[in-house]
């Protein structure tokens, strides 16, 4: 299920969406962390700032796994993440990562939301990912019930906030601007 989470050394008012399962081939695949995947998916590729794989339209968030976005997340793993060798899974991260680490290391999903973080303040300083996503793709908004801190692995807080108010609107007390 896609989660918020805070990443260990962050503010708790500012967390970032997340997986809870691995994603791709041979993988749990659980249908809300695929659809946080297609729906990153879509808002980056959504600009020209990064151009797509040739003759392979955009995934749809809620189609479940399939080769679309099979094709993009190599793609985006070649591209922007810079792995060797793409391996078309993306991972959570492990609990007491912190953003610049999960960079560092090369998790796709870090990737992912940097990417996407980067599209929507071209577009809209004003509107943090987390809101956009929630607006963009309401099948999210469910799961950003659930917040989970970074700094272990069992604290779980199911919260009705909706961390769209106020706040920050994504760079500030995150990663540095890229």
Not at 111 to 123: G, K, P, Q, S, T
């Amino acid at each position: 299920m896609a989660l918020l989470w805070v990443w260990a050394g962050w503010n708790d008012g500012s967390p970032d969406p997340m997986i809870d399962n691995s994603v791709g081939e041979g993988k749990t695949n659980m249908a809300m962390d695929v659809y946080l995947v297609q729906a990153l998916l879509c808002v980056i590729y959504s600009t020209r700032r990064f151009p797509r794989p040739r003759d392979v339209p955009l995934p749809v968030p809620g189609s479940g796994w399939d080769v679309k976005t099979f094709a993009f997340v190599m793609h985006f793993q070649n591209t922007a993440v810079r792995q060797k060798v793409p391996s078309g899974v993306i991972s959570p991260v492990s609990p007491g990562m912190s953003y610049q680490t999960a960079i560092a290391k090369r998790y796709t999903i870090a990737h992912l939301i940097r990417a996407a973080r980067l599209v929507r303040n071209m577009f809209d300083a004003d509107d943090d990912l987390v809101t956009y996503l929630k607006e963009q793709f309401p099948a999210l908004v469910t799961s950003f019930l659930t917040v989970r801190k970074g700094t272990t692995s069992t604290t779980t807080v199911p919260t009705s906030e909706n961390f769209n108010s106020g706040g920050n609107s994504g760079m500030e007390s995150g990663p540095a601007p890229i």
